[in-house]
């Protein structure tokens, strides 16, 4: 006979274990936690297939609704502004070099040298900054010397110097231990402070070459209102936006480019053979894209820093650093361009 009555509500009749006394056995662990889990709702898929929870769905979110960072339209115009002069001083001292008569053009390039020295320096802070500023000023009186007074105008001395600088710096920062930890992660901002301060003395080796002066004009006045065109351009609207962390347009790097090659293709028809329209064009184009992707390098490498959480440098070389390093990018494309053009 089968008792007539149910089972009390609540107890399951094929857990009970008649070997136990105490009845049935405890519930475990794993099952708490599966309870717990089923009490907080299903798993939603990310893109990419894993699941998220609701909180990081906000996370998402916050991070993509980020607006860009501003435009600063003063300090683009101010920076244009600086971009203009350098490059109205280098093409007028360019014009008073003479086979007798260097030195002053020398001067001027040495000392735009030390500018870019003391703008890269205190932008980058590389280990051992003394060294690194004893090292750059050697070796751009180093390179003046050598692009002076070489029988022959070549690039060659000029290449050997930038290396043998690189090298003494790289030693002076193994000297100390504190500086010799972050000489790995420096040694791309180190060759670049010295290659680019090298840089600058092939304008010398260019007023020595046939035809290098007028180069010089038709390349650095391309290059300066290409910067000059991209930065009036992105105060008045950097639009695409290239990156949102970067305060730069698509429109200013593009049309800076092709106004600096139309002045160039101007200025070739004013000057004597063997330029013409074309190859003023050709070689000013060359000049103005390395100029504008050499100051959009920069903007990256300044918002690269910023968030990496790095403390901002001295305003002033923060700002002046792009034209520089457009400038010193365009010297040895002009002296390339010449060689192979002309």
Do not use: H, K, N, W
């Given at each position: 006979m089968f008792p007539a009555n149910s089972p009390e509500p609540g107890r399951d009749p094929w857990?009970?274990?008649?070997?136990?006394?105490?009845?049935?056995?405890?519930?475990?662990?794993p099952a708490v936690e599966v309870d717990e889990r089923r009490s907080r709702g299903p798993r939603r898929l990310r893109r990419g297939g894993?699941?998220?929870?609701?909180?990081?769905?906000?996370?998402a979110d916050d991070e993509e609704a980020e607006p860009p960072v501003e435009?600063?339209?003063?300090?683009?115009?101010?920076?244009?502004?600086?971009?203009?002069?350098?490059?109205?001083?280098?093409?007028?001292?360019a014009q008073t070099s003479s086979p007798g008569h260097r030195l002053p053009f020398a001067l001027v390039v040495f000392a735009v040298q030390v500018f870019f020295l003391l703008a890269w320096t205190m932008v980058t802070r590389p280990p051992a900054l003394a060294v690194v500023l004893g090292v750059g000023t050697v070796t751009a009186l180093a390179?003046?010397?050598?692009a002076v007074r070489t029988a022959e105008a070549r690039l060659a001395p000029l290449l050997y110097?930038?290396?043998?600088?690189?090298?003494?710096?790289?030693?002076?920062?193994?000297?100390?231990r504190v500086d010799r930890v972050r000489v790995t992660d420096s040694l791309r901002t180190t060759a670049t402070t010295v290659f680019g301060v090298v840089a600058f003395a092939t304008l010398?080796?260019?007023?020595?070459?046939?035809?290098?002066?007028?180069?010089?004009?038709?390349?650095?006045?391309?290059?300066?209102v290409a910067l000059v065109v991209a930065r009036v351009t992105d105060a008045v609207a950097a639009w695409p936006r290239l990156a949102p962390q970067v305060?730069?347009?698509?429109?200013?790097?593009?049309?800076?480019?092709?106004?600096?090659?139309?002045?160039?293709?101007?200025?070739?028809?004013?000057?004597?053979?063997?330029?013409?329209p074309t190859r003023a064009a050709i070689i000013g184009l060359a000049a103005a894209v390395v100029a504008v992707l050499a100051d959009l390098a920069v903007s990256y490498a300044e918002a690269g820093r910023l968030m990496a959480g790095e403390v901002p440098s001295a305003w002033a070389a923060r700002h002046v650093q792009g034209p520089l390093g457009g400038f010193a990018m365009a010297a040895p494309a002009a002296y390339l361009m010449c060689r192979l053009l002309l």
């Open positions: 857990t009970e274990d008649p070997s136990a006394p105490g009845g049935p056995a405890p519930r475990t662990g894993s699941a998220r929870r609701p909180d990081d769905e906000t996370d435009v600063r339209r003063q300090i683009s115009l101010a920076i244009g502004g600086f971009a203009a002069l350098l490059g109205l001083g280098l093409v007028v001292a390179a003046d010397v050598v110097i930038a290396v043998g600088g690189v090298l003494a710096a790289v030693l002076g920062q193994l000297v100390r010398i080796v260019l007023t020595r070459i046939p035809a290098g002066t007028q180069a010089i004009a038709v390349c650095l006045t391309a290059a300066g305060p730069r347009g698509a429109a200013g790097v593009v049309g800076g480019a092709m106004v600096g090659t139309l002045i160039s293709a101007l200025l070739g028809g004013y000057l004597v053979t063997p330029f013409t």
